[in-house]
């Protein structure tokens, strides 16, 4: 059984904070895909990454990265010098490469930025 | 935008009657998925579809059926809604140039159903 787990349910940041949301995923499967997903308050889901098991190299876009460990089955998200814009529902998500199209979503972590 | 419409977008019902949700895209993508999404929960898989007429069941798939006679139109069907299938409803695609199916899901703009 696959399973995400994203223990911080809320975190507050005054703006220009650095933040890590916190993601551990469980599988028994050794190639599988994680993902990290946007919700704003407008309620869309907007994909940001994804990235294979294979490939444990640490991700950079612009204030955000994402910091992959195989050892610890964790797969962290750090959004540098946030923004109120930064302000939304952050999901972790889990594909096992033998789960069919079964994503399994972490229940989410929400991020306020404060002025 | 991966050119998904959920419609409707918003609908109150009352518990007992039949309510289909329709999921339409325009870029001839192969396989659509129907979640659910619940506090606490993250989403959850429903069912999902690869190909017409070809669908299979997810993670928390009883209550709800699915039909796919299009490729563009995948419909979810609660036959007797009941108050626990109150939540938001989204489909996803996964884009039809690439078809792996361990490739990103993009999702429609969601429906939220109330049900009382």
């Known amino acids: 059984a696959q399973k995400v787990t994203q223990a911080q349910t809320e975190i507050s940041v005054v703006e220009k904070e650095d933040v890590t949301l916190d993601c551990v995923y469980e599988?028994?499967?050794?190639?599988?895909?994680l993902f990290w997903y946007k919700q704003p308050p407008s309620g869309e889901l907007v994909f940001l990454i994804r990235?294979?098991?294979?490939?444990?190299q640490n991700e950079i876009s612009g204030r955000y990265s994402w910091n992959f460990q195989k050892s610890t089955s964790s797969f962290n998200f750090t959004i540098t010098a946030s923004q109120v814009v930064d302000s939304a529902v952050y999901f972790c998500?889990?594909?096992?490469?033998?789960?069919?199209?079964?994503?399994?979503f972490g229940g989410g972590t929400r991020l306020m930025v404060k002025p | 935008d991966a050119g998904i419409t959920q419609s409707p977008r918003h609908k109150v019902t009352e518990t007992g009657t039949p309510v289909t949700l329709r999921c339409h895209q325009t870029?001839?993508?192969?396989?659509m998925y129907w979640y659910r999404q619940d506090p606490g929960h993250g989403l959850r898989l429903i069912h999902y579809?690869?190909?017409?007429?070809?669908?299979d069941k997810g993670e928390v798939s009883d209550g709800y059926s699915v039909s796919r006679s299009k490729t563009e139109d995948f419909l979810l069907t609660l036959e007797s809604a009941t108050s626990s299938q109150t939540s938001v409803y989204f489909c996803?695609?996964?884009?039809?140039?690439?078809?792996?199916?361990?490739?990103?899901?993009?999702f429609g703009p969601g429906t939220r159903l109330t049900v009382l």
């Open positions: 990235r294979n098991s294979f490939d444990e």
């Open positions: 996803a695609i996964t884009p039809a140039n690439r078809e792996d199916v361990a490739d990103t899901q993009y």
């Open positions: 579809s690869y190909g017409v007429k070809d669908t």
């Open positions: 870029e001839n993508h192969r396989y």
């Open positions: 599988t028994r499967d050794t190639t599988y895909y």
């Open positions: 998500a889990l594909l096992p490469n033998n789960a069919g199209n079964m994503l399994t």
